[in-house]
């Protein structure tokens, strides 16, 4: 059973305009979420990470949302870029248990 | 300083053939997990290292295996290869201590004909 889920494959947005990933898990034991990006053949560039304490991170155009009560967490890109197209995964582990439990990505395509 | 490095970058091998494949941390993380990408079951989490010691295990056949130094170098290795065993291989680390982001190398892709 899959226990970080990623229910959008793909993304299409303009550019310039906000993208907005989704991420939803099960488990109400993880506290640590993180959003990597990831091109074909090469390992995931993490981004942004959020823990359990809070419910939003900002980081240049990047923001993560948590929200611990229906288990959902979303990143949104603002503005989006050409650049930004890639895979996006969510990612989430418990404690400092070194096993990261990734959802399956989203294919994320900004259009010029 | 200098990101996670794995080697090769590229491998292929036969079926029955074993292989090794190593991981370089990035300098002072004590920790090296491992990852498996294919296409059908994304990213699946191998084992975890820490101070040359398997501190977590996925869930994946005795086949696969590994092992760290005390340079905190890690490899990692299959024996009796299947087909299904091609997938790109990923190795990330961190420090190790508390929650702490997980970099990534950037694999090594693993083809068995």
């Known amino acids: 059973d899959q226990q970080v889920k990623q229910n959008s494959p793909s993304l299409s947005v303009q550019e310039g305009r906000i993208s907005i990933l989704n991420c939803d898990y099960t488990?109400?034991?993880?506290?640590?979420f993180l959003w990597y990006k990831k091109y074909p053949a090469e390992g995931p560039t993490f981004l942004i990470s959020?823990?359990?304490?809070?419910d939003k991170n900002e980081d240049g155009r990047f923001t993560v949302f948590l929200n611990k009560s229906a288990k959902h967490l979303s990143l949104h890109i603002v503005p989006s870029q050409p650049g930004d197209s890639a895979v996006y995964f969510c990612?989430?582990?418990?404690?400092?248990?070194?096993?990261?439990?990734f959802g399956k990505g989203t294919k994320l395509s900004v259009k010029p | 300083k200098a990101g996670v490095t794995q080697t090769p970058r590229y491998l292929i091998k036969t079926r029955g053939q074993q292989v090794t494949l190593s991981c370089s941390p990035i300098?002072?993380?004590?920790?090296v997990s491992w990852y498996q990408q294919t296409p059908g079951q994304g990213l699946q989490f191998l084992f975890e290292?820490?101070?040359?010691?398997?501190?977590n295990k996925g869930n994946f056949p005795g086949r696969f295996s590994g092992r760290q130094f005390s340079n905190s170098r890690s490899e990692m290795n299959v024996s009796t290869l299947e087909l299904g065993d091609s997938a790109l291989y990923l190795c990330?680390?961190?420090?190790?201590?508390?929650?702490?982001?997980?970099?990534f190398g950037p694999g090594t892709r693993l083809t068995v004909l």
């Open positions: 959020i823990s359990s304490i809070k």
């Open positions: 300098s002072g993380h004590r920790s």
């Open positions: 990612a989430a582990s418990e404690g400092s248990q070194g096993n990261l439990i």
């Open positions: 990330a680390s961190t420090s190790g201590q508390g929650t702490d982001t997980q970099y």
């Open positions: 290292y820490f101070s040359e010691t398997q501190r």
């Open positions: 488990n109400s034991m993880f506290d640590y």
